[in-house]
């Protein structure tokens, strides 16, 4: 059956939205407003705007700090998954900036880097490239090394084995840290703005939550997941226009 996937997506999340309408009648708390009111305060807040002029904050340090963590993160995986020495020298930085709890450098980058961007686009970049450092590198060094021995035997050079066998190879690992390196990404955007400085949907977040309106302030999680999926959706295309002989499907779909 063709559409069959997309079907079975749509009953997952009718099942997810059904069971929040469900808790949200009950009610399971009274700070846990139904699914329909929570699209209510989410309508409300794009035909008045301010939805978007929260996401013209948020978006300034999660696309940068992505778009740092995603091209030095993949070119360090490529260095340290192709030489043992640096992979020695590196990856024990990365391993422990993943382990490491961000709430308690927080702090830190506020008294080095002050409260406006700069110190937003760190904490993204620390909860993304550690990710996608470690799986990139990962993957380059799980190459069979057979596939790299036969282009060697028909004298490809250090840079076709790096860009035709290394690479392709490897990039359905790459892509997998990319997306998980994302999602941590909006996990940091947003714990910037509720540790730092309250702007954008973290504002809202935390307005909503001073004045006990949860239908907006759940309306601002629901956009912001959503708007996660819809950057994975976008990461997936763009990994199948790329490398269309690794499309298997993903749960973001």
């Keep these: 059956m063709k559409h069959r996937p997309l079907l079975l997506?749509?009953?997952?999340?009718?099942?997810?939205?059904?069971?929040?309408?469900i808790a949200g009648r009950i009610p399971v708390s009274f700070a846990f407003p139904?699914?329909?009111?929570?699209?209510?305060?989410?309508?409300?807040?794009?035909?008045d705007?301010?939805?978007?002029?929260?996401?013209?904050?948020?978006?300034?340090?999660?696309?940068?700090?992505?778009a740092i963590s995603?091209?030095?993160?993949?070119?360090?995986?490529?260095?340290?998954?192709?030489?043992?020495?640096f992979d020695w020298?590196?990856?024990?930085?990365?391993?422990?900036?993943?382990?490491?709890?961000?709430?308690?450098?927080i702090p830190l980058l506020v008294m080095a880097y002050g409260i406006g961007l700069t110190s937003k686009v760190f904490v993204v970049c620390i909860m993304a490239m550690p990710v996608i450092v470690l799986n990139t590198s990962g993957a380059?060094?799980?190459?069979?090394?057979s596939i790299k021995e036969m282009a060697t035997s028909f004298l490809a050079s250090d840079r076709d084995v790096i860009l035709k066998i290394i690479i392709p190879a490897?990039?359905?690992?790459?892509f997998s840290g990319l997306r998980l390196g994302i999602s941590a990404g909006f996990i940091g955007a947003i714990l910037a703005e509720l540790k730092i400085t309250p702007t954008g949907v973290g504002d809202i977040i935390t307005y909503s939550r001073s004045i006990a309106d949860y239908p907006s302030m759940y309306a601002a999680i629901?956009?912001?997941?959503?708007?996660?999926?819809?950057?994975?959706?976008?990461?997936?295309?763009?990994?199948?226009?790329?490398?269309?002989?690794?499309?298997?499907g993903y749960a973001s779909d």
């Design 89 to 105: 020298l590196f990856s024990p930085v990365f391993i422990v900036m993943q382990a490491a709890p961000l709430a308690a450098l």
């Design 34 to 47: 139904t699914f329909l009111e929570a699209m209510q305060a989410l309508l409300a807040m794009t035909l």
């Design 140 to 145: 380059v060094r799980n190459t069979p090394a």
């Design 222 to 248: 629901f956009s912001i997941i959503a708007l996660a999926v819809v950057f994975l959706n976008v990461l997936e295309r763009f990994e199948n226009f790329l490398f269309a002989g690794n499309n298997r």
């Design 9 to 21: 997506k749509l009953l997952s999340a009718l099942i997810v939205f059904g069971a929040w309408e």
């Design 49 to 66: 705007g301010r939805i978007f002029v929260a996401y013209g904050e948020t978006l300034k340090p999660l696309v940068v700090g992505i």
């Design 170 to 174: 490897a990039s359905p690992v790459i």
């Design 70 to 85: 995603a091209v030095f993160g993949i070119g360090l995986g490529l260095w340290i998954g192709l030489s043992q020495r």
